[in-house]
T-cell receptor, first 114, second 114 residues
Framework: NAGVTQTPKFRILKIGQSMTLQCTQD?????MYWYRQDPGMGLKLIYY???????DKGEVPNGYNVSRSTTEDFPLRLELAAPSQTSVYFC?????????????FGQGTRLTVV | DQQVKQNSPSLSVQEGRISILNCDYT??????FLWYKKYPAEGPTFLIS?????DKNEDGRFTVFLNKSAKHLSLHIVPSQPGDSAVYFC?????????????FGKGTHLIIQP
């Protein structure tokens, strides 16, 4: 039972480079999320999606883009990497966004921008 | 402006004793609260939750208490075990569900001493 799978687990980027963080879930969840966690901080929502074809900004969307062409996949794109994007990124999914629905998280992607 | 606050970055408890982790919130619109547990190099995993219509929810060794008037919740773990050593995040969601994600505290690192 895979759950939420993120790739890669680690990545080092140079300033100005771009990359895509992959996220896929096999639980047929409608809702998917991208969070980032900076050292000593809680998780902050970057983008979320309530279903295929629908995405919306979270608390910290600047510098990122997402797409949701299928229920399973929710990739996060960094176009011009900056040192401020050094963080651990978590993808999550939930069956619905309604009351009582907990989110399931992937293992995270540790990104360093140098 | 932090809407969910965990004011203790770390907590050390002896094995077998009770661990009490605290969380305060400022947004009176929050109506659902969750606790997540996180081990190093892993994603957060859901532990226990509570709706604002309740003041207590119990699941085995874990109990969450909610004091709405004080905007305070706590997680009790009894008895504490070595495997409980982890970072614990308090999270909250507002009406409309978690469609726009959860608001997380910064976390409390629980250390269970043998």
């Amino acid at each position: 039972n895979a759950g939420v799978t993120q790739t890669p687990k680690f990545r080092i980027l140079k300033i100005g480079q771009s990359m895509t963080l992959q996220c896929t879930q096999d639980m047929n969840h409608n809702y998917m999320y991208w969070y980032r966690q900076d050292p000593g901080m809680g998780l902050k929502l970057i983008y979320y999606s309530v279903g295929a074809g629908i995405t919306d900004k979270g608390e910290v969307p600047n510098g990122y883009n997402v797409s949701r062409s299928t229920t399973e996949d929710f990739p996060l794109r960094l176009e011009l990497a900056a040192p401020s994007q050094t963080s651990v990124y978590f993808c999550a999914s939930s069956y619905s966004g309604g009351l009582g629905t907990e989110a399931f998280f992937g293992q995270g992607t540790r990104l360093t921008v140098v | 402006d932090q809407q969910v606050k965990q004011n203790s970055p770390s907590l050390s408890v002896q094995e077998g004793r009770i661990s009490i982790l605290n969380c305060d919130y400022t947004n009176s619109m929050f109506d659902y609260f969750l606790w997540y547990k996180k081990y190093p190099a892993e994603g957060p995993t859901f532990l226990i939750s509570i709706s604002s219509i309740k003041d207590k929810n119990e699941d085995g060794r874990f109990t969450v208490f909610l004091n709405k008037s004080a905007k305070h919740l706590s997680l009790h773990i009894v008895p504490s075990q070595p495997g409980d050593s982890a970072v614990y995040f308090c999270a909250a969601s507002a009406p409309g569900g978690g469609a726009d994600g959860l608001t997380f505290g910064k976390g409390t690192h629980l250390i269970i001493q043998p």
